[in-house]
């Protein structure tokens, strides 16, 4: 077993070797399989390249990116992530009950569900970081444990915070390049894109919340991956950061990638995501596009205000509509559509001051389907004015940014 184990150290010591010597690296592995232990033993003292290991972080650097450029280890139209009756078990708790969905290459898919829903978790189990009690996460047809050089297939962000403090951004990004053979040009061009090459001398324990952000996702991009896997990204980040953040995720799904993002904000999402998947205590409640969700999931009226609302309000009832007082005087009309609520308001000679067509939001949506899956509810709250979480039917603009 020792001799076995010995084997396969210098074989994927071969396999991540930029180059060798005397013999090319499939001769090499043939030495080093038929000849146990001394194949090994005669690669590491003969046939390896030490002068790279030999020599300074930044030689490291600029050898490794002239041999093996960044590319992606897949094509794009093959970056999908698949996952198939996924279970996670810890101890009694059920983190995630066989879950099955895909992410396609080429569009934004939005993660959502309630804390606890197992969001993180199934992230984690994709990526490697967790083992599935049952069930399959692959990306691109394999295990993220069976890809060589991952970083270059997949990039992720889960955890902002974990950053080493005493690092500048500058070499936080630069270890992870060197040791995955991506060049110096390539940091500043990922710190640039992400704004930081201002304080890319910084110590990244100084950085803000949104700036920790901005430097996760640059080590994300850092390697040109074909999939991106983000965990509440927006988190800490300023308006001008959302809306940064929104065309790049759109620009990177344009150019073929997956993209999977999870986030708690309902507003950024609506924006932001193509589809949805949306889960509960582990298990999928939908997976539908972002249009079709709110369409069928969400309340709609049409919001009135006129000098005359009592008689409007009688007239809307007698042909068939249903009115509910709004603050201000406002009535809240269903059953009738703006138009012919406009044109019974005409023939009476009522006049209107406001005739608004309301669509509930993508976070009312997200509340009606998970509402039952919340694994912490608080309390509930009773206020002197109860009204509907209903605003203007804005999906003409809202398509329009996403």
């Not at 396999?15 to 005397?22: E, K, N």
């Not at 960044?70 to 810890?90: G, Y």
């Not at 509509?321 to 269903?334: D, F, H, I, K, N």
């Amino acid at each position: 077993m020792v001799v076995a184990g010995f084997a396969v150290y210098c074989l994927v010591d071969l396999i991540r070797a930029g180059s060798v010597r005397y013999l090319s690296k499939q001769v090499w592995a043939v030495v080093i399989c038929v000849s146990m232990p001394w194949g090994g033993l005669l690669y590491l003292l003969v046939g390896k390249d030490r002068q790279v290991a030999a020599g300074s972080l930044d030689a490291k650097v600029s050898t490794d990116v002239s041999r093996l450029p960044v590319r992606r280890s897949v094509p794009l139209s093959q970056a999908e992530i698949q996952v198939d009756h996924l279970t996670k078990r810890f101890g009694s708790v059920l983190a995630v009950d066989d879950l099955s969905f895909t992410v396609p290459p080429g569009r934004v898919t939005g993660f959502l569900g309630p804390n606890g829903a197992g969001k993180t978790t199934t992230m984690r189990m994709i990526l490697g970081l967790n083992t599935p009690s049952s069930g399959t996460a692959l990306v691109g047809g394999r295990r993220y444990a069976e890809i060589v050089r991952p970083l270059s297939h997949v990039g992720s962000l889960l955890d902002a915070g974990a950053l080493h403090g005493g690092r500048t951004a500058w070499f936080h990004l630069l270890a992870i390049a060197s040791s995955n053979g991506i060049g110096k040009a390539r940091v500043s061009e990922v710190l640039e894109r992400t704004g930081l090459d201002s304080v890319a001398d910084r110590r990244v324990s100084g950085f803000s919340l949104g700036m920790k952000q901005r430097l996760g996702i640059a080590g994300a991009l850092l390697a040109d991956p074909a999939v991106l896997i983000f965990d509440e990204p927006a988190n800490g980040l300023d308006p001008d950061g959302m809306q940064w953040i929104r065309q790049l995720f759109s620009a990177m799904a344009a150019q073929g990638r997956t993209v999977l993002v999870s986030s708690h904000l309902m507003n950024e999402m609506a924006l932001i995501a193509d589809h949805l998947i949306i889960i509960g205590r582990g298990r999928l409640l939908a997976d539908v596009s972002t249009e079709e969700f709110i369409e069928s999931n969400t309340r709609r009226d049409v919001l009135v205000r006129s000098p005359r609302a009592a008689e409007l309000a009688d007239l809307i009832k007698a042909n068939g509509g249903t009115v509910s007082l709004q603050e201000r005087g406002g009535l809240a009309v269903t059953g009738l559509v703006a138009a012919a609520i406009g044109e019974l308001a005409a023939g009476r000679g009522i006049a209107l001051h406001e005739l608004v067509p309301r669509r509930a939001s993508l976070e009312t949506a997200y509340l009606d389907l998970t509402g039952g899956s919340v694994e912490y509810p608080g309390a509930s709250l009773e206020p002197a004015d109860l009204t509907t979480d209903l605003r203007p039917d804005l999906s003409a603009e809202g398509s329009a940014l996403r």
